[in-house]
């Protein structure tokens, strides 16, 4: 393993470098799928007595990288050293994301038994020891989605009772269970432009009802949320958010189990990466990952399925991969549902997680493997060899 500092010069090199030309096409690499030069194929993010990895963000230009593990945010160097950590989270803390206009990490953060839920913001440049407590060492706050509470409290079937975090009810609008996958990008229709916070849905996996079959997407511009930002006490949990939402899109991708696990803007193919665990309706082709048309603009349509008619912002599928024709639904088969991070140039890390023993302990181990698109079907993306 070469120097820290070599690999850092590199990554930034690479992240700097955004291909235009055809969305979908594979990154020039001669000889096969080599590494970029020096940027790591695979970095280790530790064993954590907590939940499976849920996402991971890097920070090419400083070298860190970031990794959500449901109860504590880990932060590394491109080695996998540790260099601190976030604990004492009682939620689940899902996908996040650097942003690139404050430098801090954003995480979508639930708290389904208050209903509650939250975009956690992590002062990153501060973490720098492990144990650090996210609500006592200043460097976590939260904003309050009203809209997601909204629909995750609303009582479908009209008689008078929510029945709750329970995918077997006909509660839950479009089947919201909460949000996961969160990324920054620009606004769906543009190719440029102001940086927009995306928060998806998670959607509970019923296969007995018709109105869960898409994807929810929120848009928020978080310029001004330091006007809504508060530490979090979780035994009291704060309502300090926007009432309303930027923007509310739908893109039809049939059921999924616990919906867009993580959202991911690509800037090499222009695009919108979307890993999910598939779902289990015969009626869809049930695959694990989809690409959003980001040139295309949001059309109002009908957002089938829901119990009265219902007209919204519609997002459309890449036409490419895989297709069901009885469906319409475009999609790959891929497994960033732990992870996934563009890194410009048509490079991206992929996670994984298992669970390990270490001296007795059982713990979550995260890893993240290094990939090139080629834009293939089934899987457009392969691994590099280092």
Same mark, same amino acid.
């Given at each position: 393993?070469?120097?820290?500092?070599?690999?850092?010069?590199?990554?930034?090199?690479?992240?700097?470098?955004?291909?235009?030309?055809?969305?979908?096409?594979?990154?020039?690499?001669?000889?096969?799928?080599?590494?970029?030069?020096?940027?790591?194929?695979?970095?280790?993010?530790?064993?954590?007595?907590?939940?499976?990895?849920?996402?991971?963000?890097? /920070?090419?230009?400083?070298? %860190? *990288?970031?990794?959500?593990?449901?109860?504590?945010?880990?932060?590394?160097?491109?080695?996998?050293?540790?260099?601190?950590? *976030?604990?004492?989270?009682?939620?689940?803390?899902? /996908?996040? /994301?650097?942003?690139?206009?404050?430098?801090?990490?954003?995480?979508?953060?639930?708290?389904?038994?208050?209903?509650? @839920?939250?975009?956690?913001?992590?002062?990153?440049?501060?973490? /720098?020891?492990?144990?650090?407590?996210?609500?006592?060492?200043?460097?976590?706050?939260?904003?309050?989605?009203?809209?997601?509470?909204?629909? %995750?409290?609303?009582?479908?079937?009209?008689?008078?009772?929510?029945?709750?975090?329970?995918?077997?009810?006909?509660?839950?609008?479009?089947?919201?269970?909460?949000?996961?996958?969160?990324?920054?990008?620009?606004? %769906?229709?543009?190719?440029?432009?102001?940086?927009?916070?995306?928060?998806?849905?998670?959607?509970?996996?019923?296969?007995?009802?018709?109105?869960?079959?898409?994807?929810?997407?929120?848009?928020?511009? *978080?310029?001004?949320?330091?006007?809504?930002?508060?530490?979090?006490?979780?035994?009291?949990?704060?309502?300090?958010?926007?009432?309303?939402?930027?923007?509310?899109?739908?893109?039809?991708?049939?059921?999924?189990?616990?919906?867009?696990?993580?959202?991911?803007?690509?800037?090499?193919?222009?695009?919108?990466?979307?890993?999910?665990?598939?779902?289990?309706?015969?009626?869809?082709?049930?695959?694990? @990952? @989809?690409?959003?048309?980001?040139?295309?603009?949001?059309?109002?349509?009908?957002?089938?399925?829901?119990?009265?008619?219902?007209?919204?912002?519609?997002?459309?599928?890449?036409?490419?991969?895989?297709?069901?024709?009885?469906?319409?639904?475009?999609?790959?088969?891929?497994?960033?549902?732990?992870?996934?991070?563009?890194?410009?140039?048509?490079?991206?890390?992929?996670?994984?997680?298992?669970?390990?023993?270490?001296?007795?302990?059982?713990?979550?181990?995260?890893?993240?493997?290094?990939?090139?698109?080629?834009?293939?079907?089934?899987?457009? %993306?392969?691994?590099?060899?280092?």
């Amino acid at each position: 393993m070469r120097s820290v500092r070599t690999l850092l010069v590199a990554a930034v090199a690479v992240a700097a470098t955004v291909v235009t030309g055809p969305a979908l096409a594979a990154p020039p690499v001669g000889g096969g799928p080599q590494a970029p030069v020096d940027l790591p194929t695979h970095i280790n993010g530790g064993a954590w007595p907590t939940s499976h990895v849920q996402g991971v963000t890097v /920070d090419t230009a400083k070298g %860190f *990288v970031y990794w959500s593990f449901t109860q504590t945010l880990v932060k590394t160097d491109l080695a996998g050293n540790v260099i601190g950590t *976030v604990e004492g989270l009682t939620g689940h803390l899902g /996908d996040i /994301d650097l942003n690139p206009q404050d430098g801090r990490v954003y995480g979508s953060l639930e708290y389904k038994a208050e209903e509650a @839920f939250y975009i956690a913001i992590f002062d990153v440049d501060a973490i /720098d020891r492990v144990g650090m407590n996210a609500e006592r060492d200043g460097v976590m706050t939260a904003v309050h989605l009203e809209e997601v509470v909204e629909d %995750f409290t609303a009582d479908m079937d009209g008689n008078g009772v929510f029945d709750g975090d329970t995918a077997n009810t006909a509660d839950h609008r479009y089947g919201c269970s909460g949000i996961d996958g969160v990324s920054f990008g620009p606004s %769906f229709g543009s190719r440029g432009g102001q940086q927009k916070l995306m928060v998806a849905y998670g959607v509970y996996s019923h296969t007995g009802r018709a109105d869960n079959d898409h994807q929810v997407i929120l848009e928020y511009d *978080v310029r001004h949320w330091s006007r809504y930002e508060r530490p979090l006490t979780q035994s009291a949990p704060h309502r300090s958010g926007p009432h309303r939402t930027d923007g509310k899109y739908f893109v039809r991708t049939g059921n999924t189990t616990y919906g867009v696990q993580n959202l991911q803007y690509d800037p090499h193919t222009g695009n919108w990466l979307m890993a999910v665990y598939t779902g289990r309706k015969q009626e869809f082709p049930n695959y694990s @990952f @989809f690409m959003v048309d980001g040139s295309a603009r949001p059309k109002l349509g009908e957002i089938t399925g829901q119990p009265e008619p219902e007209r919204g912002r519609l997002l459309s599928l890449v036409r490419d991969g895989r297709h069901d024709p009885a469906t319409g639904v475009y999609g790959w088969d891929f497994h960033g549902n732990y992870g996934l991070e563009a890194l410009g140039n048509g490079y991206y890390y992929a996670a994984e997680g298992r669970a390990v023993t270490v001296d007795g302990q059982k713990r979550q181990q995260g890893e993240v493997y290094l990939y090139r698109w080629t834009g293939r079907t089934p899987t457009p %993306f392969e691994r590099v060899i280092g």
